[in-house]
């Protein structure tokens, strides 16, 4: 969510996925999909960037939930690039806790 400040001085969140277009004539207004107006007092570059930063911060969660690695900083903008570690591991079902083994299943040899 993002923190957005009406110009009647109303401070609310928005969720950034149901926003449908941000347009500036001259105020900010803030479509959302389901055809909800709100003109904030946010400049549209200043809501872009809370756009990009909260969606960056959602990446990363999402990487580091599926068992990635991934580094935030202490804004979401400077998101480093990392490598996204995946490990996979497989292990024969008769004996838990076996490193595989050189065949492949159902294959025998010659």
Do not use: W
């Not at 690695?69 to 008769?94: F, G, N």
């Amino acid at each position: 969510m993002i923190a957005v400040t009406c110009r009647n001085g109303e401070h609310f969140s928005v969720d950034p996925m149901s926003i449908e277009r941000v347009e500036t004539d001259p105020d900010t207004v803030i479509h959302l999909v389901d055809g909800t107006k709100y003109v904030v007092v946010q400049t549209f570059d200043d809501l872009l960037l809370d756009i990009r930063d909260h969606r960056a911060a959602v990446t990363v969660a999402q990487k580091r939930l599926a068992g990635g690695v991934a580094e935030i900083a202490d804004h979401a903008s400077h998101v480093k690039r990392t490598t996204i570690r995946l490990e996979r591991r497989q292990y024969r079902r008769d004996e838990p806790g076996t490193p595989p083994s050189d065949t492949t299943p159902g294959r025998t040899e010659d």
